[in-house]
T-cell receptor
Framework: DAGVIQSPRHEVTEMGQEVTLRCKPISGHNSLFWYRQTMMRGLELLIYFNNNVPIDDSGMPEDRFSAKMPNASFSTLKIQPSEPRDSAVYFC???????????FGPGTRLTVL | AQSVTQLDSHVSVSEGTPVLLRCNYSSSYSPSLFWYVQHPNKGLQLLLKYTSAATLVKGINGFEAEFKKSETSFHLTKPSAHMSDAAEYFCVVSDPASYQKVTFGIGTKLQVIP
């Protein structure tokens, strides 16, 4: 199995630009999670989906952040407009809802200048 | 509500000596508990998990953890540290009532001294 795939692995952009992060979960997994990791805050859950439906987005920091899961094999996290404080590593994870073990992708390192 | 406390932000051990990374949790229900490891500039890898079966859980790379309900603890141990164990370790609690929502500890950075 390829595991959770994230792209891009690194993204450098300028303040005000739109950023789109992508995630392909493990085939057959029906839950998907987006996390943000920073030195100051550690790992934060932003949003998670079950069967493509957003279940809890209370961790999404602001309206500038949005996430979609149009089908079982793809999700996006979009930041528009981006700000320097959004610089972080963003992880995607997936799981089978009845097994409850999350498998993480390699992360996207975002730098907003 | 659920929470997890990793009692040490940094632990330093000599190669070949035992490792103890401490974790305490709080949960309204019988939780699932996990340890993840993150090597520098890498993603998180599952080390082991407890899901109400045996209280002593064995994981990869020689790590194990013991679930102690009376102490609300889930400490991670390894008999003999290896240089490759240097990484950051996260204790995670999952409360079934929160529908898969997990809570991560702040992480413990393990340094292994040659």
């Amino acid at each position: 199995d390829a595991g959770v795939i994230q792209s891009p692995r690194h993204e450098v952009t300028e303040m005000g630009q739109e950023v789109t992060l992508r995630c392909k979960p493990i085939s057959g997994h029906n839950s998907l999670f987006w996390y943000r990791q920073t030195m100051m805050r550690g790992l934060e859950l932003l949003i998670y989906f079950n069967n493509n439906v957003p279940i809890d987005d209370s961790g999404m920091p602001e309206d500038r952040f949005s996430a979609k899961m149009p089908n079982a094999s793809f999700s996006t996290l979009k930041i528009q407009p981006s700000e320097p404080r959004d610089s972080a590593v963003y992880f995607c994870a997936s799981s089978l809802s009845d097994v409850n073990t999350q498998y993480f992708g390699p992360g996207t390192r975002l730098t907003v200048l | 509500a659920q929470s997890v406390t990793q009692l040490d932000s940094h632990v330093s051990v000599s190669e070949g000596t035992p490792v103890l990374l401490r974790c305490n949790y709080s949960s309204s229900y019988s939780p699932s508990l996990f340890w993840y490891v993150q090597h520098p500039n890498k993603g998180l890898q599952l080390l082991l998990k407890y899901t109400s079966a045996a209280t002593l859980v064995k994981g990869i790379n020689g790590f194990e953890a013991e679930f102690k309900k009376s102490e609300t603890s889930f400490h991670l141990t390894k008999p003999s540290a290896h240089m490759s164990d240097a990484a950051e370790y996260f204790c995670v609690v999952s409360d079934p009532a929160s529908y898969q929502k997990v809570t991560f500890g702040i992480g413990t950075k393990l340094q292994v001294i040659p």
